[in-house]
């Protein structure tokens, strides 16, 4: 027996002689990975998406879903005696009679809300140095796909603990599917079993909708997601070295494992760190959901923010024929506005393609300066999202700021039409000037002594 | 408290004016073997088991969430940054230059797209089969979609169903009768009727008192509010969230009216004019019950709600 050389060399000539895998094991050892932080964020929320997987396997094995009532007998007094669910009285069962239940539950809170961060960023930097353009199209149109999972995925956790937060999250979700034209009631009843709110029929759904069939499509996408870009290889930005035809960067050994790791596990210690430090979710406060309950300033996990937005914002609008509604207020803000968000998502690389009418390979990304219109047009699509996000929590700015609920929501309804086009005037002119600023010739160039002795001019 | 203040300012200007007065440092070479770097990674690793040892300790004694978790991170923490500092110190940090795979065979497609044809050349009713074909595969998979309907019962009956008819008792959380002597002018209570599930949507009621000199409601409701006491469905009709808020003036110069307000995107309704929005998403008007007072001065329902209960669909009558 030798030392841990002897152990990897043997594996290797094991695995090599069953499956032929070395060639493979070296052309991924000499993976290229170009080097720039923003390239970090897509494999933040990946780990974030591993973390929350093993927390939340954890997780399932101590809760129960269900609507059945119980009797709270817990540690925690102010609700001792109170009918709770299973859902929500079993989520209390984690959170204070489990060791360790708590860090893990809040970990997996945190985790998810990371996760999203993460994602929003992600696509962000897709979208403002264009690398969604061909042949990425395909594996943006993945990712877009898998925000909107990630989305579901949140909303559908959130509501599993049965607690007044999750009650009035499920509630608005139930009756903007109500508002589907012509087959909303019909849809509402279909997911729900019936009426709302239900009974172990839609929490079990829920549930298994929560911890499998989401999980694993974000998990089948995650895999394609990765197999298109080891396929296409990374994008680069533009550089001394570096072409429409090569990658220039780190290799995936050792420099790149390295740090890769070393990002999963900062990942991994910042969610923990949350989990343990900063209190998320305290259902004890909330207490246990009754469709005859409901509490002021509520507010959902922040990716559910531009949702909340636009049903405040909009206006009473509804679609009448004889007395008899036909489109319910819901739709505009709770169906329609997310689907034009993301039908524009979905539909912009395509957009642009027609607009430029450049259908080539590109491999070398731009730099949202140089594109100034493409960066100002997402600038402003972006804000108008951010507006209406921040229009969800108008209840708080107007507890904390004292400024009149009514007033917020026709400020945010004018700052939702008026600040993109605010952002992208303000942006193209932004764009021009750190351009113009570039343009000016580099002053010199450095020289650097070669180990060998010899000098080398390194343009800047 | 304010000299450690000042002391501590004090110091931060210091170190500021201590870094900008040193000279650039040489670069240092990234790519070091041995030394400072490897010790540092060292120290780092031999830490990761000490906070790990921590946690289990923590785990086995008091298990506070806040130490678990300070224990735990610490421990992936300090890991993250061993890794960190040895691949961006430790290891070679050399650029590397691959070339990008071609993508496109053209002409690879001409073959294949032959190849797919062939088989279907000699064929004379190659569109019809294909048609078939393609109808064949809809219906398979429209068959097997069907028993998706399981999973609710059609539309209809449940929404529109309400358990309140003329003469059924209000009750309070704990199933009490209501004595309509006990609410107060500016009151706000939760009401279901008397042995009906709570949770249904048809079920709660808020119940509000105001001056009958307030009342404004429309002709045919003139008698549905005994006493200025009125009954409205709790459940909003924007999107179902509990109209949990009632506002009720403290100085009626200048406090706006009497009114029922629902905290998820607060629809406001009017109370005094039987419901009526007057702010807010919402758009139909919130549905009242009408009142009376039985012979034991408890309140009792009149008959059913004015208008469909929670949340519109297509089709819901908008009064």
Request: with cysteine.
């Given at each position: 027996m030798g030392g841990p050389e002897e152990l990897i060399r043997g594996a290797v000539s094991y695995f090599d002689a069953r499956l032929g895998g070395v060639p493979v094991l070296r052309k991924t050892l000499h993976y290229v990975f170009p080097d720039h932080?923003?390239?970090?964020l897509g494999e933040i929320a990946l780990y974030c998406f591993v973390v929350l997987v093993g927390t939340g396997i954890y997780l399932t094995l101590f809760f129960d879903a269900s609507y059945a009532h119980e009797v709270y007998r817990g540690s925690y007094a102010p609700l001792r005696g109170t009918e709770v669910t299973k859902a929500f009285g079993s989520t209390m069962q984690i959170s204070y009679e489990t060791k360790a239940g708590l860090l893990i539950r809040q970990a997996h809170h945190w985790a998810a809300n990371l996760f999203l961060v993460a994602i929003v960023l992600h696509l962000l930097r897709i979208f403002f140095t264009g690398a969604f353009r061909r042949p990425r199209d395909v594996n943006a149109a993945v990712g877009v796909t898998m925000l909107a999972l990630a989305l579901l995925e949140g909303y559908a956790g959130y509501s599993l603990p049965d607690d007044l937060l999750s009650g009035m999250g499920l509630a608005i979700g139930y009756s903007v599917l109500l508002s589907v034209p012509v087959i909303g009631a019909w849809l509402g009843a279909l997911v729900w079993g019936g009426a709302f709110p239900g009974g172990d029929e839609f929490v079990s759904r829920l549930y298994i909708a929560h911890v499998l069939l989401l999980p694993i499509a974000i998990a089948l996408l995650v895999t394609i997601h990765l197999a298109i870009i080891v396929r296409q290889k990374h994008t680069q930005f533009p550089?001394?070295?570096?072409?429409?035809?090569n990658v220039v960067g780190t290799r995936l050994w050792p420099a790149y494992a390295l740090r890769s790791t070393s990002l999963l596990l900062a990942v991994v210690a910042v969610v923990f760190l949350l989990g343990g430090l900063v209190q998320i979710n305290p259902i004890w406060l909330w207490g246990p959901y009754h469709t005859y309950a409901a509490t002021n300033g509520a507010q959902p996990d922040w990716y559910l923010g531009w949702l909340i937005g636009g049903l405040r914002l909009m206006p009473p609008l509804e679609i009448h024929v004889f007395g008899y509604t036909l489109v319910p207020n819901p739709f505009f803000g709770g169906m329609l506005f997310p689907l034009v968000v993301f039908t524009l998502l979905y539909a912009w690389p395509a957009i642009e393609r027609r607009i430029t009418g450049d259908d080539a390979r590109h491999e070398l990304l731009d730099r949202p300066r140089d594109v100034a219109w493409r960066t100002a047009l997402v600038a402003a699509f972006f804000t108008w999202v951010a507006v209406i996000f921040v229009a969800g929590s108008a209840d708080q700015i107007s507890v904390h700021f004292q400024i009149p609920y009514g007033q917020q929501v026709w400020f945010f309804r004018i700052a939702a039409l008026a600040a993109p086009v605010l952002v992208y005037l303000v942006t193209r002119r932004v764009c021009a000037e750190l351009r113009s600023r570039n343009s000016?010739?580099?002053?010199g160039a450095v020289v650097r002594r070669t180990p060998a002795g010899g000098f080398e001019r390194i343009e800047r | 408290m304010r000299a450690l203040g000042r002391w501590l300012v004090a110091a931060l200007l210091l170190l500021i004016g201590r870094r900008r007065a040193r000279p650039a440092r040489p670069e240092r070479p990234r790519y070091e073997a041995g030394g400072r770097d490897e010790l540092l990674v060292l120290t780092l690793l031999a830490a990761v088991p000490a906070a790990c040892v921590a946690f289990v300790v923590v785990y086995f004694t008091d298990a506070s969430t806040q130490w678990l978790g300070l224990a735990l991170g610490g421990a992936f923490a300090l890991a993250a940054a061993a890794a960190g500092i040895a691949g961006k110190r430790l290891v070679s940090q050399k650029r590397h230059v691959e070339p990008r795979p071609e993508l496109e065979h053209p002409e690879e497609q001409e073959e294949v797209l032959r190849e797919l044809h062939e088989p279907g050349?000699?064929?004379?009713r190659r569109r019809l089969l294909l048609t078939a074909a393609g109808g064949a595969v809809a219906a398979l998979l429209g068959a097997l979609a069907i028993p998706a309907l399981s999973l609710g019962p059609g539309a209809g009956g449940r929404l529109t169903r309400s358990p309140w008819r003329r003469g059924r008792r209000l009750v309070d959380e704990q199933g009490r009768p209501i004595a309509a002597a006990t609410i107060e002018v500016g009151n706000f209570l939760t009401a279901f009727p008397e042995g009906a599930d709570k949770e249904d949507f048809a079920s709660p009621l808020v119940v509000v008192r105001i001056r009958p000199d307030e009342l404004r409601l429309p002709a045919h409701r003139s008698?549905?509010?005994?006493?200025g006491i009125l009954a409205f469905s709790k459940i909003c009709t924007h999107a179902g969230c509990a109209v949990a808020l009632f506002r009720y003036p403290l100085y009626r110069p200048r406090s706006p009216k009497p009114a029922l307000v629902c905290p998820?995107?607060?629809s406001t309704f009017d109370v005094a004019r039987g419901g009526h929005r007057i702010f807010g998403p919402a758009d139909r008007a919130l549905p009242q019950l009408p009142l009376a007072i039985d012979g034991e001065g408890n309140l009792v329902a009149a008959g059913d709600f004015s208008g469909r209960v929670g949340p519109s669909w297509w089709g819901v009558r908008k009064s």
């Open positions: 932080w923003s390239f970090m550089g001394r070295g570096k072409t429409e035809r000016r010739p580099p002053r | 050349e000699g064929l004379t008698n549905w509010a005994p006493d998820c995107h607060y």
